[in-house]
T-cell receptor, first 115, second 109 residues
Framework: DADVTQTPRNRITKTGKRIMLECSQT?????MYWYRQDPGLGLRLIYY???????NKGEISDGYSVSRQAQAKFSLSLESAIPNQTALYFC??????????????FGPGTRLTVL | RKEVEQDPGPFNVPEGATVAFNCTYS??????FFWYRQDCRKEPKLLMS???SGNEDGRFTAQLNRASQYISLLIRDSKLSDSATYLC??????????FGAGTTVTVRA
């Protein structure tokens, strides 16, 4: 079983719709992250959370919100989707005791298309 | 200026060849460095960390040049399975990882 799972894996929606992407992990990590990936650009951090009560904006948080429902769950919402939010979205986790101090473990990604 | 810059490639090489590529980073205070591998439409996975003295992992060799602020990856005896996009990743000293856009390598039979 995958350690980091994301649902849905693919989603097509229309401009103005509210969308939620979900992430769950069984690695027992405290730290969770949401990134988006666009062609020709590196992964860009949207939000991150170091524990259930901690939520922080990343470099491109406008138009997004998150909820850390439990240690294992971190969801990303697009309140009113727009076409330039079409991208591949990744959830990632990391733990302070990871073998490599900053290694992040990624989910399989959600491909979102906003029409 | 981007925090991490990479030649996008593609580097198209025959099986058995050696291929090498670099990335540059802008933050001289960066503390740790990594190469991640990403297969088409899949999630990135850690390939190897990059240490100051350079390090090898099988056919892969990573080097760090702090003075010139670049990191390199060399792949010897390329296999078809090495075809992927290689992401240069830099940690500037906090929670945050900065990702390059990736270098695409295609190994042909």
């Amino acid at each position: 079983d995958a350690d980091v799972t994301q649902t849905p894996r693919n989603r097509i929606t229309k401009t103005g719709k509210r969308i939620m992407l979900e992430c769950s992990q069984t690695k027992g990590h405290d730290r969770m992250y949401w990134y988006r990936q666009d062609p020709g650009l590196g992964l860009r951090l949207i939000y991150y959370s170091f524990d259930v009560k901690d939520i922080n904006k990343g470099e491109i948080s406008d138009g997004y919100s998150v909820s850390r429902q439990a240690q294992a769950k971190f969801s990303l919402s697009l309140e009113s989707a727009i076409p330039n939010q079409t991208a591949l979205y990744f959830c990632a986790t990391s733990g302070e005791t990871s073998g490599s101090a900053n290694e992040q473990f990624f989910g399989p990604g959600t491909r979102l298309t906003v029409l | 200026r981007k925090e991490v810059e990479q030649d996008p490639g593609p580097f198209n090489v025959p099986e058995g060849a050696t291929v090498a590529f670099n990335c540059t980073y802008s933050n001289s205070a960066s503390q740790s460095f990594f190469w991640y591998r990403q297969d088409c439409r899949k999630e990135p996975k850690l390939l190897m960390s990059v240490y100051s003295s350079g390090n090898e992992d099988g056919r892969f060799t990573a080097q760090l040049n702090r003075a010139s602020q670049y990191i390199s990856l060399l792949i010897r005896d390329s296999k078809l399975s090495d075809s992927a996009t290689y992401l240069c990743v830099v940690n500037p000293g906090s929670y945050k990882l900065s990702f390059g856009a990736g270098t695409t390598v295609t190994v042909r039979a």
